[in-house]
């Protein structure tokens, strides 16, 4: 049988090899050097590719006279006629180094660069090449090859044993089909995928190619057509050259300041037209370093698009070092031209040239009247009063829209065959022949690549479904299902052990159902038996959360209730966190008292810009008490504090059991927000759009014998801005009042979130570093303020090696009024992103503006806290 499917296999292979037929060759330079990873278009076909890593390159055609062009940066374009018959042509090809005229240009005192108008007038048409369409179509041929350049000797035998040393490579290819509609749709259909090594499955060339050096950032990187770029870049004139009879122009690309986001390398510009045609950029990424390199290709007329594109990531982290190499090849271009723009446009750089005579429909607003001056009547217009032209264009056209907001809406789907191709298919539609490194890096045959595949999505799939019960499940936990829309989360007894003083080892068992019956309803309910070895106590809650609705309109209601355990300052220690601090330091800062209650709370988001919510809960409070001294050391001298908080306010303890009933109404508002649609999910952007809050608190006394009565209105925001290309500021600034003559308990106070823990908060304005947990706390007026300022260069980041390795440096100024905060304030230095993890903060505190406490936090690096 075995001897019967390889002799089949030869057959078809050497079937598709007699019928193959094309072009085929490697495509060298002048000095008989080999040009990897040139770019191949065909014309008639609107269909691309590129040479390998050895030069080599291999296209199928059918039948017919075809126009070729191969280019490659830095030689001369070559365009060669070819007639393809019954069987491949071979085709070497030999490129001439490119011979750039450096012109008699001379710059002298005040005169600048000629490359600075051209990038004006190159920045000015951004917007313009962005709406030069109004839709396409493509095939996207993706190949990734990456290795492990450097392994720290610790693992390098552990890793052996794996079959990963510095000489392994992994290498992954997709093939997908996108479109695109103007202004913002984007879809992503990806049809095959193959992948050696672990790790690659999930290939998504859209991430690269989706982006665009015309818009004003790539990938959060400034690009040199941004609007801003002068702030950002110096440009240098190298000199021009003809390709196709278009004169070229040949930029340098300087940063003004090095570091992380900003580009550096070259850009080709076409004069007159003033669109990309080529370019080799470099940019840093948290201190990995990415090159692009990207070939431009007439595809309809004046259009001008990508048709190869090459990704170069590299990098080390924690000792190892890596890179990891991306090429994409774009085919079958289907463009439907914006008949509304006209390739030509006299533009005029007013700057250095006379200024044309205005036009004064573009003055007035009349935008049909503007269009058809400039791009009918060819009327020069200077760069003023293009922009002002495009800008009003995308405007209008983005009125047209049902939601002007939604700046992004994106497709992304995946055969569900995509993993099944064999390696006949693969043979047929690669358009880049694999390498040899790369044929060894496909170490099993597709047939087996399959089957194992196959096997772990069954075994994957077993798992989902909930294999039969083991016992070691109670301590570890696992998921069930138990049924088509409902399933059992279950934690696990080993997650929930903790200790505190109040309860001693003490462990919290709880698990959650989950019930969804579409995209729309879900619904939520975990119940949970908490039980203290020292506090004898046996504490119980359900909760339940039934959401309705879609994103937009989505309403969420919450009921919980029971006889549990809570902080007076929910959340504010982590239960894990104070079990160490109490085992090892001796130091309680959890303060817990125990209620019996019920809660309904209700929410609904409207259209993502507001957030409403109500709540009421009824609860009996009663103070607890230390029931145990139990540490692992015996730190001399100290000893546990109480089960009180401290507060400068109120003397706090020893309170009567008492009943409270408390109303609560919030409103968020985020008036200017943007939004994304990934497959039919709605996302909001982070685009310094502020944040609005509103809350409204009230306790009411006599009903249902509730003992408090107060009311409680606070207002907030958050919001941040730029302070020009040197540095973002990020606020978080809260203020409210206890009006009246509140009678109150002192978990009804208004808390604040402090520290005393040696670790700084995830989110950068997330909360204090010195401030004590409770000291602070009042039933009166109070303002709190967090600021965080993230610099692109600020001490030791001057200097561009610690700009390159990824370090950031910032400050954070913490400002807290109260009755009794006599104005405190923390004043923070932080080096961010030490080996890409992690951030060391600095802080000193003061009190009535004289230094109070000095300190030092270790946390994550602020890439990973902030949302």
Known sequence: MRQLLIATLLILIGAISVCAQGIRGTIKSDGGEILPFASIYVKETGSGTSSN???????RLNPGQYEITFQFMGYETRVVNVEVNSQFT??????????????????????????????RKAITKAKYHLLQFDEYSARVYMKGTGQITKIPWLFRKTMAKEGIDTSSVFTSESVSEISFQRPNTFNEKVLSVRTSGEGNDNADPASFISSSFYLPKVDNSISPLSPRAFSYYKFTYLGSFKDRGYEINKIMVTPRSRGDNLFEGEIYIREDFWN???????????????????????????????????????????????????????SDYQVTKNQDLDASVILVDEKIEEAPEEIEAIK???????????????????????RKLMKEYEKQEQQQLEEPDLISIRTYKFDSLAYKKDSLYWAQIRPVPLTEKEIKGYKKADSTYIAEKEKADADSSRLNNGERFKPMQLLTGSYYRLGERLRFDYDGILETI???????WNADLGGTFLWRNDTTTRLRITPNVRYGLTGGELYYRLQSVFGAGRGEARSTFRVSGGHYISQYHPGSVDDFINTAYTLIYEKNFMKLYEKDYLRFSWSRRFNYRFDLGAATEWASRTELFNSTGYSLFNNEGRTFRRNAPFNEE???????????????????????????????????????????????????????????????????SEFDFEIGVRATIDFDVTAGSFFGNPDLEFMDFKHFPGNRLEFAPLNVTGGYRLLDYYQNSTSQEYLSVFSHIRFRKFLFTQLPMFRFSGLKENLFVNYLSTPTSDNYTELGYTIDNIFRVFRLEFIQSFRGWKAAEFGVRIGVAAVFGDD
């Open 276 to 330: 990309i045609h080529s370019l080799d950029l470099t940019t840093g990424i948290m201190g990995f370093m990415l090159r692009i390199q990207q070939i431009f290709a007439p595809i309809e007329g004046e259009i001008w698009m990508p048709v190869t594109q090459r990704y170069d990531f590299s990098g080390s982290i924690l000792g190892f070092g890596g890179s990891y190499n991306y090429l994409a090849s774009v």
């Open 364 to 386: 007035e607003g009349e935008l049909d009247e503007g269009m058809k001056e400039v791009f009918e009547e060819d009327k020069g217009v200077s760069r003023k009063q293009f």
């Open 90 to 119: 071979s085709l070497n090809i030999e490129m001439k180094t490119q011979v750039i005229a450096l012109g008699t240009v001379i710059v002298t005192g005040k005169q600048e660069d000629p490359s600075y108008t051209i990038m």
């Open 498 to 504: 903790r200790f505190n003083t109040v309860e001693g």
């Open 650 to 716: 109120v003397a706090v303890g020893n309170f009567v059991k008492n009943k409270a009933l408390i109303a609560t109404l919030n409103l968020k508002v985020s008036p200017w927000i943007k939004l994304r649609s990934y497959n039919g999910r709605i996302r909001t952007v982070n685009n310094n759009a502020p944040t609005f809050r509103l809350s409204y608190k009230k306790g009411i006394a006599g009903l249902l014998n509730s003992e408090v009565q107060f009311d409680q209105l606070e207002i907030g």
């Open 53 to 59: 890593l050895d030069g080599f390159y291999e296209l």
